[in-house]
C-alpha cells in the first residue's frame, strides 16, 4: 500500500540502493507528509556511519539529510567518546537503535553549542531517531567542497589556519567541547570560510581523554595546513593557545600577531622544537597539578627560575598564568624597592 502515493516514490527512489532500513524509510516518509521537504534526491556522500542526502524545502531552499546507520558492528570504535561523558551515562550499551539515537541527537546537540558560541557549522533544523535535517552548506545542487577538496590559494589557506584555530579555541573555551575527528574532512569551505562539521562524537573537554583528542585535532589540522605552505605553529603552541583561559577574548588577535611574529621570526621549525613537539604529542597531558609526576621536582625548578621550556604542561594545569602573577608581584616588590631607594 505504501508504494502507491506520489511522496513515497520519491523517498523510495532515494533510498532504493543505500538499503536504508524500514523505520529510517517512515520517518523519511512521515517527513515528506508532514511538508519538512518536498523531495528528497541525490545522495552527497555515503559514509562509515551515515549517509547525506540532499533534500529540497517546499519553497525550493535546499537542506542536508545525515542518516544515522543503524548497523553496530559500524559503532564499534566510539566506545571511546562516550566513555566518561556525563551526558551519555544511562545512555550506552543499550541495543543497537538507542546508541544510533544517541549519535544523531548528540550531533544536533553539539551543533546548536557551536552555533550559539558563534561557531559556522550547519543549523540542525529536525531530528527525529537517528534522521538529522540540517543546513545545507552550499549553493543549490551543489554542495561545499570539503576543506581537503577546496584547492584554495596560499593567501585563503593562511586565512583559513587562523579562522579554524580560532574556531577550536571557541569550541574548547565557549562550548566546552573537544570535536575529535577534526581535519580537513571535515571541514567545509563555502564563501570564503571554513564551517565545522561532524561533530556527533564530540566530547565535553571534562571527558578523561578530551585533552588527546584535541591533541589529536592539533596534529590532523597542523599538518594539512603546513603540507599547503602555511607557516604554523607548533602542536604545543596551538594547544597551548587552545586550553589558555588566561586569553582574553580581545586579547586573541594581538596573541595570534605576536605568535605570527615568532612564527616568522624563527623561520623554518628548529630540530630541537621537531623533537619537542614529537615528544609533546606522545606525552601524557596532566590536566591539573594532582595528575602530574614528580610535580614538586618541577615546581622546585620553576621556583628556582631553571629553564622550564620543556615543562609542557604549564598552560594546561594553570601554572604559567600562576607564574606570571608571582613574576608579576616580583617585579612589583623590585621595583618598590628601588622606588623606595
Ligand atoms: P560522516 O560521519 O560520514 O563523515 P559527515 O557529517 O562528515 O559524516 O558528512 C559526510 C559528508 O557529507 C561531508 O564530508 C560533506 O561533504 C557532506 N555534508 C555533510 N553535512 C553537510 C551539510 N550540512 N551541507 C553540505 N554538505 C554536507
Ligand atoms: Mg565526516
Redesign the pocket.
Known sequence: AIGKTKTTDKADRATAERAIDHKTRMILYKMLNKGAFRDISGC?????????YHATQSQGQPL?V?IYKTSVLEFKDRARFMQGDFRFKNGYCKHTKTMVEIWAKK?RGNLMRLKAAGIRC?TPYLLRLNVLV?????KYGC????LKDAALSLDKLREGYVEIIIAMRTLYQKCKLVHG?LSE??I?YYEGHLYI??V?QAVEHEHPHALDFLREDCVHVSDFFKKHGVAVMTIRELFDFIVDATIADDAVDSYLEEMQRKILARGDVSVEDEIADSVFVQSFIPKTLDDVENAEEDVQRITSWKDTKDLYYLTITGLKHALSLTQSSQQKTLLQKSSAT
Open positions: 552527497i556522500s555515503t559514509g562509515k556511519e551515515a549517509n547525506v542536508a545525515k550531533e550547519p540540517m543546513e545545507f552548506i552550499g554542495a561545499a567542497p570539503r575527528d574532512y571535515n567545509l562539521i561532524d556527533s
